[in-house]
C-alpha cells in the first residue's frame, strides 16, 4: 500500500466526520503526532500520526497550492 503524502497547512478529509458535521481538517503540527484544526468549528485535536494515517482519507487542499485528484 502507497504511503499517504501530506504536509503541514495541508487541508484533509477524515473518513468520520467531527460532531459539528464536517470532515475536512486543517493539519496545524506535525511530529510523532499530529494537531489537526476543524474547519468547520476550529476545535484542534491532537492525534498519533499512525492513527491520523488510518484515519485521513485525502488530502482535499494541498499548502503549496494543488489539490491532489484521486
Known amino acids: 500500500m502507497e ?3 501530506f504536509g503541514l497547512g495541508d487541508i484533509v478529509q477524515m473518513k468520520k466526520p467531527h460532531p459539528c458535521g ?3 481538517m486543517e493539519i496545524i ?4 503526532d499530529i ?3 476543524c ?3 476550529q476545535h484542534s485535536v ?3 500520526r499512525a492513527k491520523f494515517e488510518k484515519n485521513m482519507k485525502k488530502v482535499l487542499h494541498s499548502a503549496e497550492g494543488g ?3 484521486n
Open 3 to 5: 504511503r499517504k503524502v
Open 22 to 24: 464536517t470532515n475536512e
Open 29 to 32: 503540527r506535525m511530529g510523532m
Open 35 to 37: 494537531r489537526i484544526k
Open 39 to 41: 474547519t468547520g468549528c
Open 46 to 48: 491532537l492525534i498519533p
Open 67 to 69: 489539490a491532489e485528484n
